[in-house]
């Protein structure tokens, strides 16, 4: 079977998603033609899609190495940069790409996320806006637009951006969690409680919503205090820092049930509640 061969089958096993196929294949083929740039994009996208996140930067760099301009490289290349953390890398590259195609609303977001983890917030916001112009109604951009105004401590327009995708979108667990853990915050607690468990009543393993109905019980107080954080921990195992948030409830806990809202453990446990991650 000669490289070509090799190459149109990894491609293939790519598109349908059979990741460990492709890169088998298409490591075959650049084994037969090393400057087969198909092959090395197509490997590249495999590893990306598997996790193989540095592997993949590291393909992506030899194709732009032959073909500086190619867009779609330099597009998943930067995805690659910001979840391996190189959010300079990240937005160095998506510009690039923008140069030609300024109104993609998908390399708008990504560049929105770029500037988020670089902390700078109004660049972002502005980028994300112009992307949610040309796409509206995504529940990924009204998020990430509602985790700048939370970042800037604009509360009360991140309210309006999850209640906005809620319109948008009734039926977005996501939406929903984060508006609950809105209504956590601000101290509403029957409405968060009420929140997290129409989630849960739709998906009873939800992370998020089952951590965070946690969180509302324990500062209501009243209730088992062991089996509903016994649930957490068994759910909640991917969630960061699980062990330190169960410490905090814990000492929430100790405190009569009449006396936890508006202390300090209170407020130090609510901040803990969490907000789905946003995919790259």
Known sequence: MNAMSFSDMGLAALKRCQYDAAINMLRQALGEDMDNLDAR????????????????????RTVLQSDGGHEDCLHHIARALL????????LNHVDIVLRNKPTDPELLALRGQALIALE???AALSSLQSAAHHNPGSETLHRLIAKCHRANEDFESERRAVEQLLRINPSSLSASNDLGVINLREGHLIAAFEAFEQILSQDADHPQATLNRAIALTVMGGMDHDAIWNRVMEVCDGIEDIDDIRNAADQLAKLPDTARKGTAEADRLIKMAAIEEIDI
Not at 41 to 60: D, N, T
Not at 83 to 90: H, I, K, S, V
């Open 120 to 122: 700078r917030y109004d």
């Open 41 to 60: 994009f197509g490997l590249a996208r495999a590893l990306h899609e598997k996790g193989s996140v540095i592997e993949a930067v590291g393909e992506y």
């Open 83 to 90: 979840q391996n953390g190189d959010a300079r890398g990240a």
